[in-house]
């Protein structure tokens, strides 16, 4: 999944630098220097020269800090580091050395643009007047040109990369959904995401009631025997107050979608899931005539800080997962009472380093939401637990059936045809990362060990309904709806 381990073992070192100095309260002063820290010179690393080198770390501190690595700041979560992607081939469509600089020279008479002149050895294009039709690779009888995709841009699901007359990588605000598969692509390291570390750290010192919100797929992102009860530990010795599994909230959004599952499905009318803010944004943006089939139940990330918040007004609550899209629910839904901040698994991981804090194997049961709760960071794992809770409480959907769209081309797929209406069933589970949750942009571990690990967490779970335990939790009133 990852492009290169080297790109993301230096993006986790500038989070680490960042926590650090953060907690020591030396950021300000210390900040500039960052950069000499990690490249000390007077060789490069991996790149042209130290300056340039400097300069991408520089603009990953500030990405570390909340801010835009540039001048311009379009508001996205999603950035482009500029002095990275200067790095990347300009031109889609290149010529190979399989280029015999024939006589016939299809490929300059099918370019209408004049991107094409004879070569010494082969014939070249010139990248400033190239429109990336592709008639010339079409036209070439050797095969010599070949389509080069840029990694970011074939990764996108939504065609939101573009480039700039540079040719640096540009994103589309108008497209992106924010669901951050292009980070881990780019090669160079020339596309990241804007932290919440410092703002979450400065909270912790000023002695704020900071609260975890653990997602449920980070069970078995770091072994078997790293529990919850694990993370609760690591969690209050970095500073937080406390910490809250939001299995419990996706408790919470299991009732509340059940509810409005089986209302929707009594008057004949047809509902998609609300939970993966990058499946929200999806039919927001490309599909804006199905967004008032948009559950109004509000994420389990939500349902969680609304519990929390509820029971002490002052709290200032912190998710944690594999999540970038999670940021932008934060930052551009603003839902009340949503989570204050989102870290992700690199982002709390840096802060732990920060403090010489590790997550230990750790045997007291830990357990606030129900096994199905804890299956919502699974592609499926909504369905089950609203048909579990409708069962519980003696109702069905009938013949309706759940469209279980898997990964954003799937999840396209059903809108097009709930679109059109020709989609069989009425109600769509969406998941724009393979697997759910647990094949996020920023898991720690691959899919298969991260499965092994999880099945056995979750086998020794408490098997308590999850009705049982919205009852429970039921004592403290807050809204379940946007």
Not at 93 to 121: H, L, M, P, W
């Amino acid at each position: 999944m990852l492009a290169d381990q080297n790109v993301i073992g230096l993006k986790h070192l500038v989070l680490y630098h960042v926590a650090k100095l953060a907690f020591e309260g030396r950021l300000e002063e210390e900040r500039d220097n960052i950069p000499y820290e990690i490249i000390p010179g007077p060789k490069p690393l991996s790149r042209c020269c130290i300056y340039k080198e400097r300069e991408i770390i520089r603009q990953r501190v500030r990405l570390a800090e909340g801010k835009a690595p540039g001048r311009k700041d379009d508001g996205n979560m999603v950035q482009v580091i500029s002095s990275a992607c200067e790095d990347c081939p300009i031109s889609s469509y290149t010529v190979t050395d399989n280029c015999q600089n024939c006589a016939g020279k299809a490929c300059i008479n099918a370019c209408r643009f004049g991107a094409i002149s004879k070569g010494e050895k082969h014939s070249k294009i010139d990248a400033m007047k190239c429109k990336e039709c592709g008639m010339c690779a079409k036209a070439c009888p050797y095969n010599a040109i070949a389509h080069l995709v840029r990694p970011c841009k074939n990764a996108c699901p939504v065609d939101a990369i573009t480039y700039d007359e540079n040719g640096l990588s540009v994103i589309n605000e108008e497209k992106c959904i924010r669901c951050g598969h292009c980070v881990h692509r780019c090669p160079f390291g020339a596309i990241g995401t804007r932290s919440y570390i410092v703002d979450v750290i400065e909270h912790i010192k000023a002695g704020d009631k900071v609260f975890a919100m653990v997602a449920p797929a980070a069970e078995g992102q770091f072994g078997h025997d790293i529990t919850m009860g694990s993370w609760r530990n690591a969690l209050k010795d970095v500073g937080f107050t406390d910490m809250i599994e939001v299995a419990m909230g996706a408790d919470f959004t299991t009732k509340s979608e059940a509810d409005e599952w089986f209302e929707a499905n009594e008057k004949g009318e047809s509902k998609t899931t609300s939970c993966c803010p990058a499946f929200v944004n999806l039919i927001r943006k490309h599909y804006p005539e199905l967004a008032d089939n948009i559950s109004t139940t509000v994420s389990p990330m939500c349902m969680t800080s609304r519990y929390i918040k509820a029971c002490d007004p002052e709290a200032y609550t912190v998710f944690i997962g594999p999540c970038i899209a999670k940021k932008s629910e934060v930052a551009l839904q603003k839902i009340e009472g949503n989570a204050d901040a989102v870290l992700t698994f690199s982002d709390v991981r840096a802060m732990m380093r920060a403090k010489n804090v590790n997550l230990l194997p750790d045997t007291e049961k830990y357990q606030e939401g129900s096994v199905y709760g804890k299956r919502y960071g699974n592609a499926g794992g909504v369905t089950a637990s609203v048909l579990r809770y409708l069962e519980e409480t003696g109702r069905s959907l009938g013949d309706s059936a759940v469209y279980k769209a898997n990964g954003v081309l799937d999840c396209k797929k059903a809108l097009v045809l709930m679109k059109m209406g020709r989609l069989p069933e009425k109600f769509i589970e969406g998941m724009v990362c393979e697997g759910g949750c647990v094949g996020g942009p920023s898991v720690h571990c691959g899919e298969a060990e991260s499965k092994r690990s999880r099945d056995t967490l979750i086998g020794q779970a408490d098997d308590r309904t999850i009705s049982d335990n919205v009852q429970f939790y039921s004592h403290v009133d807050f809204e379940l709806h946007r």
